[in-house]
């Protein structure tokens, strides 16, 4: 129902009259997925045809408000660090929704932004994260590995918090780099994207990826990064930027094909025009249509419960693996989730003193108890269908 709510008038039609739990229901998932803002500011604009309760306009007005403000200073802590940055040397290109809020959406606080993401040359990475340390900034969580070893193999080095409370990202790559993760992901473009980085207007001190690096960037990290968990925002994202933006379609889907994400791209895109149905999209040179099945699976996990995503997905990964390679590479998977690869043990100062028993005892419960949860299971079975068809197994 908040897909339909959030896609254009087509979708909406036969909507009729919504009932108190099912508004308490989709604010409660647009506030996970981040869409109350945009929910107020479609009301306002007379985009959505459904009566709305002046309960529920009053709090998405008040998540709007509290969005705009947030955007003010995310921007003006996003210009201090970049100032910080670029008088010691170092450039940076500030990915997805530090430029999509500002230069894509009609006002900034229609797409809130969690963190920023900054995008700098492999080998200059960590040498800018020392630096924003050095200058007030914090890892307030552990990592799985300390950031002088994620620098030469990981997408980005663990997540800083500036003095003022806003979260940062310092990226050596657009995308997660080969071998990092557990399937295929598309062949990595940070030269072009740098070359091709531009300013978003005169009086902003940032540079930011040209539009048709930015469509491929959130394609990738929507269907290969994430497996579609990634909440509808992408959807709305992209339906704006190829609103006020042209692509040379033509070379976008060379480039796909070329760079391994044409299947992908295809599955973003058919979501785009079916839900947004911007008409802007060329399909020429796209791979074939995919299944209706298919589809369906991708929608169900942008609109997942976030507070179930990482059962899902590791619940995903078990069900890929025994598809792949049967019992065998099931108890090897089975036995790299449970040895706690991907748990946050390390801090700038050194080993986290959290007992491993206590975490793994804890971990194998919270999982065991999700698998018994119907829709968590269903989720997962989507994505390993998804992953299945990304990585060539369809």
Sequence with gaps: ????????????????????????????IASQHRVQPLLHARIERGEIDVTVPDAVREKLQTAHRDSALSALSHRTELFWTVDLLRSAGFETIALKG?????????????????????LLKP?????????????????????????EHMAGSA?????????????FEVHMHAWEPPGSTEWPMPTLMDDRIFADAEPGDPADPCRYPKPYHMLIHMVVHAAYSHR???????LSDIGFLLSKHSIDWHNFWRDA?????????????????????????????????????????????????????????????????????????????????ASGENRGMHSPDGISGETYPAWLLQRIRDFTSSMTDTETRAAASCKARVGRHLSGGH
């Excluded at 997408?155 to 979260?167: D, F, M, Q, R």
């Excluded at 942008?302 to 099931?330: C, F, W, Y």
Aim: proline share 6%; charged share 25%.
């Design 1 to 28: 129902m908040l897909l339909r709510l959030l896609g254009h008038s087509q979708r909406q039609k036969g909507i009729g009259e919504l009932s108190a739990d099912q508004w308490n229901g989709i604010l409660r």
């Design 98 to 118: 530090a430029w999509l809020s500002w230069y894509a959406y009609p006002a900034a606080a229609e797409r809130p932004v969690r963190d920023i993401d900054l």
């Design 123 to 147: 080998d200059e990475a960590l040498p800018a994260f020392q630096l924003l340390r050095a200058n007030g900034f914090v890892q307030a969580d552990l990592s799985a590995l300390p950031a």
């Design 155 to 167: 997408k980005h080095l663990p997540p800083l918090t500036s003095p003022s409370g806003v979260e």
């Design 228 to 234: 579609f968990d990634v909440g509808p925002l992408v």
């Design 257 to 337: 094909h070329d760079g391994g994400f044409a299947e992908g791209a295809a599955l973003v895109l058919h979501l785009v025009d079916r839900w947004i149905n911007n008409g802007q999209i060329g399909w020429r040179g796209a791979p074939p249509l995919p299944s209706e099945d298919l589809l369906k699976d991708c929608e169900q996990l942008l609109m997942q419960d976030l507070a179930k995503r990482k059962d899902v997905g590791a619940a995903a990964a078990i069900m890929e693996a025994r598809s792949k390679g049967g019992m065998t590479a099931l108890v090897k998977r089975i036995k790299r989730r």
